[in-house]
């Protein structure tokens, strides 16, 4: 499975952004990931196949996950973007439905677009 993410860029406090992730095939898991510098990645927002969605804290109701199905392209609606916000985002996808925030159940992974938001 091949990702490309797109969407990324500078924008300022209280901006917004849209990235999208193009699959190459069907998973039943896609999420998106994100890195700051000096700091772990960690996931932002997940979508499963099934409909459900998770977000992490720090985005939930700012942040929005869907999934165009004919597409096979994953987005994530970023609105009230903070500082703090600034990392690379990377989308991964999974074939087990029950991938959640393991990394490691991630196998497939895109080279990430950076998104940075400044104060």
């Known amino acids: 499975v091949q990702l490309a993410e797109s969407g990324g860029g500078t924008v300022q406090t209280g901006g917004s952004l849209t990235l999208s992730c193009a699959g190459s095939a069907y998973t039943c898991t896609m999420a998106w990931f994100r890195q700051a510098p000096g700091k772990g990645r960690e996931e932002v927002a997940i979508?499963?196949?099934?409909?459900?969605?998770t977000y992490a804290e720090s985005v939930k109701g700012r942040f929005s996950i869907s999934h165009d199905n004919a597409e096979k392209t994953l987005h994530l609606k970023m609105n009230d973007l903070k500082p703090e916000d600034t990392a690379m985002y990377y989308c991964?996808?999974?074939?087990?439905?029950?991938?959640?925030?393991?990394?490691?159940?991630?196998?497939?992974w895109g080279q990430g677009t950076q998104v940075t938001v400044s104060s």
């Open positions: 979508f499963v196949t099934t409909g459900r969605t």
């Open positions: 991964a996808a999974s074939h087990s439905c029950f991938a959640g925030t393991d990394r490691a159940a991630y196998k497939w």
